[in-house]
């Protein structure tokens, strides 16, 4: 089966700019999820996906992240403006309940 | 609130050795555990998965194991070789079913 695919791999961009990171989940996972790693810290949790409902977005770091999940498939991750402390690696999971989860390679988001 | 802590921060190894890296948890009641490598510049792969109800799991010169009591889970592995350097990191997710991850293992392995 093919895996959880995120892109773009990288992408670089200004403060204040707006970028948006994509996500597709395996075929049939309802679950799907996103988190972040900024420099030398460990990877938290941004928010869960149940097919197109948000779970819990408890971990959203402000209001300038938005996420969405068109009709419970791919999912996108907005970031508008883009701040300097939004620079880290995004990854996306998704899992079928009580089962492991699948990460993509993530996206490395740099700000400048 | 559940914590999960990684020791050692970092390992560097000759080739050949059998390592451990530790893991513990702070909130036993967890539903699972999932070991994941890292490689830099890459995703998170994923190399075991352990049930509440398992005590260890093995793939390869892979072994993962679990006590939920003491709240540790250790990863062991035999003969270590060069391409296990990664970052290996540790994971359980909270009854909402989010993923807490340990700061993780950087391992190097050298010839």
């Known amino acids: 089966e093919a895996g959880v695919t995120q892109f773009p791999s990288h992408s670089v961009i200004e403060k204040g700019q707006t970028v948006t990171l994509r996500c597709d989940p395996i075929?049939?996972?309802?679950?799907l999820y996103w988190y972040r790693r900024v420099m030398g810290k460990e990877i938290k949790f941004l928010l869960h996906f149940v097919k197109e409902s948000k779970q819990d977005e408890s971990g959203m770091p402000n209001n300038r992240f938005l996420a969405e999940r068109t009709g419970g498939t791919y999912s996108t991750l907005k970031v508008q403006p883009a701040e300097l402390e939004d620079s880290g690696v995004y990854f996306c999971?998704?899992?079928?309940?009580?089962?492991?989860?699948?990460f993509g390679s993530g996206t490395r988001l740099t700000v400048v | 609130k559940q914590e999960v802590t990684q020791i050692p921060a970092a390992l560097s190894v000759p080739e050949g050795e059998n390592l451990v890296l530790n893991c513990s948890f702070t909130?036993?009641?967890?539903?699972?555990l999932q070991w994941f490598r890292q490689d830099p510049g890459k995703g998170l792969t994923s190399l075991l998965l352990i049930q509440s109800s398992q005590r260890e799991q093995t793939s390869g010169r892979l072994n993962a194991s679990l006590d939920k009591s003491s709240g540790r889970s250790t990863l062991y592995i035999a003969a270590s070789q060069p391409g296990d350097s990664a970052t290996y990191l540790c994971?359980?997710?909270?009854?909402?079913?989010?993923?807490?991850f340990g700061t993780g293992t950087r391992l190097q392995v050298f010839p």
């Open positions: 999971a998704s899992s079928l309940q009580g089962r492991g989860y699948t």
């Open positions: 075929s049939g996972h309802d679950n």
């Open positions: 909130d036993s009641a967890i539903y699972n």
């Open positions: 994971a359980t997710p909270l009854h909402t079913d989010k993923l807490i």
